[in-house]
DNA sequence: GAAACCTCTGCAATCGATTGCATTAGTTTC
DNA sequence: GAAACTAATGCAATCGATTGCAGAGGTTTC
């Protein structure tokens, strides 16, 4: 009743064996050098002890954690969520615990950084947000570099880190083309956060589609924004004052994609009757809104897995590539109902029967 | 250029101070027990070497893993995700890190749920998922309970564990009740998935609203549907072709309420003008679709920050308590746009001139 | 049939911190 | 001024696994 258990150690499998722990040892981490008989009689004592490894003694004896650990700017966004979903798996199916840091820029206060490396509970990083200090970072990837690290969806400019990302100047190019091909003219768009690298590229994807297009950008169409819902809907009121206001609109993500919708609402526009809308992301939520969200499809789950299967690469591997690798996925084009040819430019609706109908 | 730092230790911090690794030890643990100049000389050390203890060794002295495992249904979900935050935060500021242990009553390849406390990774358990196999959860804490464990938002019925949740009954209850004043009658519910404690606290607390106003309950106004959005879409496919359906809805969560007002919307319904619709949790999204969903909101960070708490109190208290403790967050009534006065019941709308004037 | 070579196993050091016990020096008590 | 404390520190064992080295026994090679 009271007798407390203590957790088996290889201690105590060596002794039911009759073995010493030496070889109990390699039986579980290099079984082809243990004799058959011997491996045999060593599971047998695992199983009936139930004992397994403790982590904390072998991380001492091997100064390696099996832990990689995720720094995201925010878990709440659904877009960091489902990346550290696909993260999590693929490191549990390699035997390896996922620690997550929030809030990576500002996080000063508790454990910090370093010491997570410093104190060996970590063996490498996987950040999922460029907007880092590169002088902090460097001074955790030092020469020789001694972490591995990984950088995730963002780009640190300059820096010499591997990288997983999509091509997001491309796929902003696309959705732009999309509104060009439904025949819009006047395209505007909704930037992402000021200094971030994300915001530029899809702001040059979406030029350079206007461009190749021979479409004049006005600057106004261009409207300030964020990731966020909240900026979408800010925008939104920005964009019903706009003299000669475009009948399109390509927004940095989702996000505030829906947002900007919502606004639009509020302010008596429909979408897409009167302004089309295309996101980027493809969150799933942009199947469910109504009308559903026509976006840019980024392969998260796929970045995350890879981004963590490079992470772990880079772990294990004898040799770190002194030469950063770039690894781009490709987004897909996922037309739904919130883009349409654009309104008839200058007749009144009420030629048109179907706004009496409803 | 070649040369390797190796991380400093505590021999280094030892040597450096002129003083034993235990009294480096005390120092940095119980700084009382050391003497002042000695503590001075050892701090000066600590900062010149940059040592960090290694916590593998730590761990493996104390058997302690400074280390909480966070086990959830879907991380892709934001409202679990907004709970790790708060947790991940709570933590970090006692010094403690965050494994995440995602799909939880799935997770049997890779490392398993026990391993994790066998070997010594983790000190506690934070389950954010009451569907999971009781049998499997007791071996873990046997008796005396060897493995700290608390269970948020949901329960586990007449199991013995600590728990963090919301009044979900008695909010259930007040959100019905929000229908009723507005003078809906015919009232319907899309339930959560079958099986889960979630779906028949709220389940009930509605059939409650609903017999203290003296309204009856058509068992078909009450739809089958689940947590994701797709439910509450499915549900809408339902709902249209009910006979003399009704004027309002109480969704399971906010998830369902928006996948159900797409569907409506689908079907040429409109959400407040034809059926009210209140949801349940108030994630981000819902203060951002058009119209804004009325909804009920679960204080998320707060369960997620006192959940954090109360496991570290209990793997740091001395004693555990045998009772299990019971704390029942309260939830908030937030109304927004998505409920309205019920439509006039029987003449055609044309009667009403707000619907010319859009 | 000696030398060389495997294969299998055990011994004991090691990883880096913590902590029970012992020791030294200084202080208080009667 | 001896006994009894107290404060500050060091010694060395300990946590549990891994691994370099060496030895025992057997097999192959020439």
Redesign the interface.
């Known amino acids: 009743m ?1 007798l ?1 258990k203590k ?1 088996p150690t290889i201690q105590d499998v060596a002794r039911f064996a009759n073995v010493s722990t030496a070889t109990v040892s390699r039986a579980l981490s290099s079984p082809e050098r243990v004799s058959e008989q011997t491996r045999a009689r060593i599971s047998e004592a695992v199983r009936v002890t ?1 004992y ?6 072998r ?2 004896r091997q100064r390696t ?1 099996r ?1 990689i650990l995720v720094a995201l700017p ?5 877009f ?3 990346i ?2 696909a993260v ?2 693929e490191a ?4 390896y ?7 990576f820029p500002r ?1 000063d ?3 910090r950084m ?3 490396f ?4 970590v063996d490498g990083l996987l950040l999922l947000d460029g907007s880092v200090d590169l002088e902090q970072l460097m001074m955790l990837t030092g020469d ?1 570099t001694p972490v591995p690290l990984i950088v995730a969806c963002e780009e640190i400019p300059n820096a010499p880190f591997h990288t997983v990302k999509t091509d997001n100047g491309y796929a902003a190019e696309r959705a732009t083309r999309h509104l060009i091909d439904l025949g819009h003219r006047r395209i505007g768009h909704i930037r992402g956060p000021d200094g971030n690298v994300l915001t530029a590229e899809r702001e040059q994807g979406y030029a350079r589609a206007m461009q190749a297009a021979g479409l004049p950008i006005c600057p106004e169409w261009v409207l300030a924004g964020g990731f966020e ?2 900026a ?2 800010a925008a939104a009121g920005r964009f019903i004052s706009i003299a000669d206001r475009p009948t399109a609109i390509f927004a940095a993500n989702d996000e505030s994609a ?2 900007f ?2 606004g639009l ?2 302010h ?1 526009l429909d979408c897409p009757d009167d302004v089309s809308v295309v996101g980027f992301d493809d969150l ?2 942009a ?6 969200l026509t976006t840019m499809r980024q392969p998260r789950a796929a970045l995350g897995r890879i981004a963590a299967g490079a992470l772990i690469d880079l772990i294990e591997g004898e040799r770190r590539s002194r030469v950063p690798m770039h690894m781009v996925l490709s987004s897909e084009m996922i037309v739904r109902g919130t883009t349409a040819r654009p309104p008839a430019p200058t007749a009144p609706a009420s030629l048109s029967p179907a706004l009496v109908v409803r």
């Open positions: 009271t407390v957790t139930g397994t490894p403790n982590q904390s003694a991380s001492l954690a832990t925010d878990i709440g966004n659904s960091f969520s489902v550290l979903d999590e798996r549990a199916s390699r035997g615990g996922v620690l997550v840091a929030n809030r996080m206060s508790g454990l370093r010491d997570y410093l104190s060996n509970r020789p819902m909240e979408g809907r829906v947002g919708i919502s609402r509020q008596g799933v939520l199947a469910h809104i109504w009308p559903p």
